[in-house]
């Protein structure tokens, strides 16, 4: 079976948690991200971690000594779909929520019917959100939104994994001009 980008980042998360109880060198932990990264299947994935403790990566997590599990499929995560159209209508219906609470609460102060003056912040920001929700479901927007935060996120991760390296490497180096 096909391995996922979140399949390749749980087992760089878990050879991480390796380096950092000391079961694998740097240059064995380097060796296995480039592999892990360059997997394409579950079984590449599982060979990467087989001598290590933990679930396997196709299977249903099983947490062992603190290392991260690994979701199931569609477990924790929203529809890049779902994840785009909350990201641009949650603002405009948190908002309009509070006018209209403070229309209706001036209302009841007043003790009358007021103008519903929310309708001018609710109708052209709901017009423009729509013309865009419709643009965006044709155009692939929710998929080009999450490949670019996944990119990002891999970005990120590598970087502390460079970091992690570099305190590994300088630890080792104290260590070696304390034992000299």
Same mark, same amino acid.
Do not use: H, I
């Given at each position: 079976m096909r391995a996922t980008d979140g399949d390749r980042q749980t087992v760089a998360d878990r050879l991480r948690v390796a380096v950092d109880e000391g079961? &694998?060198? @740097? !240059? =064995? *932990? $380097? =060796? %296995? @991200?480039? %592999? !892990? *990264?360059? /997997? %394409?299947? *579950?079984? =590449? @994935? $599982? /060979?990467? &971690? !087989? $001598? &290590?403790p933990g679930a396997r990566v196709g299977e249903v997590a099983v947490p062992d000594r603190g290392l991260p599990a690994v979701p199931g499929p569609g477990e924790g995560r929203r529809s890049a779909t779902a994840a785009w159209l909350v990201a641009l209508w949650e603002p405009y219906l948190k908002v309009v929520g509070i006018v209209v609470a403070v229309w209706a609460v001036t209302g009841v102060l007043a003790g009358e019917l007021l103008y519903f003056w929310p309708g001018w912040v609710a109708g052209p920001w709901g017009a423009v959100l729509l013309v865009r929700t419709v643009g965006g479901l044709a155009s692939g927007e929710p998929r080009r939104r999450a490949a670019k935060r996944d990119r990002r996120r891999r970005a990120r991760a590598a970087k502390r994994d460079r970091r992690r390296q570099a305190r590994a490497v300088q630890r080792e180096h104290r260590r070696r001009e304390l034992t000299d």
């Open positions: 079961r &694998l060198s @740097l !240059a =064995e *932990y $380097d =060796e %296995r @991200l480039q %592999r !892990a *990264y360059g /997997a %394409r299947t *579950y079984g =590449e @994935l $599982d /060979a990467v &971690l !087989a $001598d &290590l």
